[in-house]
């Protein structure tokens, strides 16, 4: 079986494989303060609690966008689990190209969308819009060159923001609006980030195909996605929740690396 972790800004995410199946998923927040131990105790206790005997655990994989925390959780996993660990960085042959300025500056998630990204549709432009602390757009070419994209602030960014620096504007609880015009400050927020944020990735899909001179295959990831799509006129072609674990796993077992 495949460990895959997936370190981001808020969460880092916990995924175990047997052959091509996802069979258990846990998350655990990106706490920079835990020690190796702590990571290490933890982890395997959740393994444990979800039935998965760590002797049967053959290889681990991590995408890490937090450089404080990389080597803690690789640490704990050497320490706890006996397993080591490859880091996917643009070093490694995944069978992505890049069509970028410095290739080193590209996050490890955002690799590893790609990968899964062409392997959900081959030989198409994609844009995988990645609902995270960031919401990213990620553009692949047809021919598994990824040519860029562009990074906004994510929508839980966005309410902390308006909370945190004005005076009078509350903290929210994130969720649909009820319609666009908002009658108490609570639902203006709401619309001007659920809404707004929509009609921001309809704009920047909009861009992003007139830059690339045809349509592209629209993959959206990450937890926002059920209350943004509403809001959007273009739909997404593909949601998977699971898209950077899966694109791990993916870049593990390709032979290309």
């Known amino acids: ?11 880092s995410t916990f995924g175990v494989f047997d052959g091509d199946n996802l069979i258990k998923k846990f998350s655990l927040s990106s706490d920079k303060k835990r020690s190796v131990d702590e990571y290490g105790t ?10 998965i005997d760590k002797t049967k655990l053959t290889a681990c994989i991590m995408a890490s966008v937090v ?6 959780i690789i640490e704990a996993v050497k ?7 490859l880091r996917v960085t643009t070093k490694i042959n ?8 410095n ?4 996050g490890a998630d955002r690799i590893a969308n790609a990968k899964a990204a062409v392997k959900i549709a081959p030989n198409k432009n994609c844009i995988v819009v990645d609902f995270g602390t960031a919401t990213n757009f990620d553009v692949i070419s047809k021919d598994k060159t990824f040519l860029g994209g562009a990074i906004a602030p994510g929508i839980n960014i966005s309410a902390l923001a308006l909370s945190t620096y004005t005076s009078l504007l509350p903290k929210i609880r994130v969720e649909e609006p009820p319609q666009t015009i908002g009658k108490n ?3 203006a927020i709401l619309s001007g980030i659920i809404i707004g944020h929509a009609k921001m990735i309809d704009g920047m899909i909009e861009n992003i195909e007139k830059e690339l001179g045809e349509k592209a295959v629209i993959i959206a990831t990450g937890g926002y996605n059920d209350i943004v799509k509403h809001s959007m006129k273009r739909k ?13 796993a993916s870049i593990y077992k390709s032979t290309e690396y």
């Open 94 to 101: 995944t069978g992505i190209n890049y069509g970028l300025d």
């Open 1 to 11: 079986m495949l460990l895959t972790i997936d370190i981001g800004n808020t969460s």
């Open 236 to 248: 997404f072609d593909f949601i998977e929740p699971d898209l950077t674990l899966n694109g791990l």
């Open 185 to 187: 400050t609570v639902d």
């Open 42 to 51: 933890l982890i395997r206790s959740i393994l444990k609690q979800n039935g």
């Open 79 to 85: 320490n706890y689990l006996k397993l080591d660990v």
């Open 103 to 106: 290739p080193k500056e590209l």
């Open 67 to 72: 450089p404080t925390l990389t080597d803690t």
